[in-house]
């Protein structure tokens, strides 16, 4: 038999932890510019689970010799599976009903989830976390799911090798911390900066020292031999360390954004370190801060921490897609979501991940004879196994049905669209560069002509809405301007340059304001910033004041048009649009292009995620920034 895991203390305080854990989750998913360190819950979860699991296979070892690692499988499935196939065949079954664009790929999804893989086909198809306009997946954050459940299956193989190997704390310590520090310096030499982070943020050999530091921490610090006796001294040192830990923590989860370079160059390993202090100082029987992390509602949530995090996703990405306007009452909309979150989250825990857990496997032939007798004692429960059934049918006909690509969805054609005109715009830049090295009128001219021909289809179609008067037109073609944005601007950058010949265009998906500061900062130092600067930024987050008085101090004394956000869809779009009007009315060469307002009422503009402006909705969007800005150049 395996090691009885009934008689081993029940940790309460371990309830507050993941409680803050999946608190700091649920807040930044919520509101990833103001809580943006949330992502760090998941660290916290891992060095807990790291901590947990070896502790309880350390036990195993040294009263059996072994692990039986069989019976663990079963503990450990017993424990996840039944939530985590609930959410996967619920999750499914919604798109197949109300979803069909999201069933590309379903069935790779589903069996990489069960599997516990699913990071690494996240990263095969290039998924983003950190993409807040692409086709999210309601599955993105099983990443972390496949990470621990890659630890489960591999783990008690390599610690039983560990301790059959080198026989003793120290050694078996030291590997352990060495592995988990060679993780962190793999997260830190992978990260290249100004690139998406996610193969560094889903990969499981940049992630697993989180895991391995609880690993670790269990070896030295074991629950079973820590006594409640302290002296006063030792108390109050233990109780320190841990409540420094825990306002670190929360620091940390308002400061350390998930796109900085400090997070992976050892950012993200110091917060992992502090979440081991956490963890150490609460398993302690004799700190008094496991009572401070104990508390009726602590307690609640921490055993319904799973469900939290497993359900969170579909039903924002869900809730968030029916209910377009989010920006107009962000608070109450996530307010709405929490309560469906935790209301789903508690009748999965009580009505199945409770009874699962418990229920004898071998009686699965005889439950099911009962269940179809006609006095059946499952009474109107047959009729939760009734929708699980009518569920998993459903499921099954989106995996079967599941369509070849996504290249009809509108999220693909809006892709391929910014794909195609970032290939133009570039082209168009480097002719533009070549030009202003050269210095030749001849060839300036040439390079206008040649310019304004490759994009005379996309200048005509721009002014079909919003016709330039002639004064205007010619005043657009000898314009030096210098466009900075994101991928608002990436998909108009075409129609602008019809319009704006002299234009230079640099946007990037998925850009944030602050990263504009540098890239401003180096074309004026490089003598490149134009007298006339576009920026269209804020799509993908806010900022902060200090942020755009950075951005104003590299452009200088030029003139700056900055066009707002439409973005509907995401509760930071009305703070950024106030935060530009203050700025207003403080820079006198900052003009807003107030393309909210103006294309607030016309959702035919835009793509299907009411942000990106389609092919008809472009030739508005490029035509009104040219007329503002042509009203006011001088």
Known sequence: MGVNTKKRRYITGFDGIRTLAVLGVILYHLFPYNIQGGYLGVPI????????????????????????????????????????VAMVIGTSAYITLFQRDMLVHIRRTIIANLLYVYNWVQLGQGQSYFDRFGAQSPFTHLWSLSIEGQFYFFWPLI?????????????????????????????????????????????????????????????????????????????????????????LIVILFFKMPGESDLTYHGGMFFFTLLSAVLVATVVHPGADLNRIMSNPVFSWVGKRSYGIYLYQFPVMIFYETRVANVAAHPVLHSLVEIALIIGISHLSYVY?????????????????????????????RRLWVCAGVLLSVLALVGAIAQPSSASNSSAQQLK?????NQRKVASGNAREQKKAATKQSAAQSSQVQSSSADTAHSKQQSQQSEELTDRQKQQAQN????????????DGAVKLQGIFPRMYV???????????????????????LADTVLLSLGTNGPFSDDELDQIMAAV???????????????????????SLKAAASRY?????????????????????????????????????IAKEMLSSSK
């Open 45 to 84: 979860f891992f060095v807990l689970s790291g901590y947990l699991i070896t502790d309880i296979l350390n036990e195993e070892i040294e009263k059996y010799g072994k692990v039986h690692v069989w019976e663990f499988y079963q503990r450990r499935m017993r424990r996840l599976y039944p939530a985590l």
């Open 159 to 247: 610690l039983t090798v560990l301790w059959v190997l080198l026989r003793k704390k120290q050694p078996v310590f030291d590997v352990i911390f060495v592995a988990a520090f060679v993780s962190a310096l793999m997260m830190a030499v992978l990260y290249r900066q100004g690139q998406d982070p996610s193969r560094i943020y889903f990969g499981t050999d940049t992630r697993m020292f989180a895991i391995l530091l609880g690993a670790a921490l269990s070896v030295i610090w074991p629950s079973k031999s820590l006594k409640e006796r302290l002296s006063t001294q030792a108390r109050w040192f233990l109780d320190a360390a841990g409540i420094c830990a825990l306002l």
């Open 352 to 380: 199945l991940e409770l009874p699962l857990q418990h229920f004898d496997y071998r009686r699965t032939g005889e439950v099911i004879s009962e269940f179809f007798q006609r006095n059946s004692r499952y009474g109107w």
């Open 416 to 420: 391929k669209v910014i794909e195609s």
């Open 479 to 490: 314009l030096n301007v210098t466009a900075v944005g994101d991928s608002v601007m990436a």
């Open 506 to 528: 640099d946007a990037q998906v998925g850009r944030q304001p602050r990263d504009a500061i540098g890239i401003l900062q180096g074309l004026a130092q490089n003598g490149k």
């Open 556 to 578: 200088g004394k030029r003139q700056v048009f900055w066009i707002n956000t439409h973005v509907p869809t995401r509760r930071w779009q009305n703070q950024v649009n106030d």
């Open 588 to 624: 006198h060469n900052l003009k807003i292009i107030d393309w909210y307002d103006y294309s607030n009422r016309h959702p035919e503009w835009f793509y299907a995620d009411n942000v990106h402006p389609n092919e008809y909705g472009l030739n508005y969007y490029s035509g009104f």
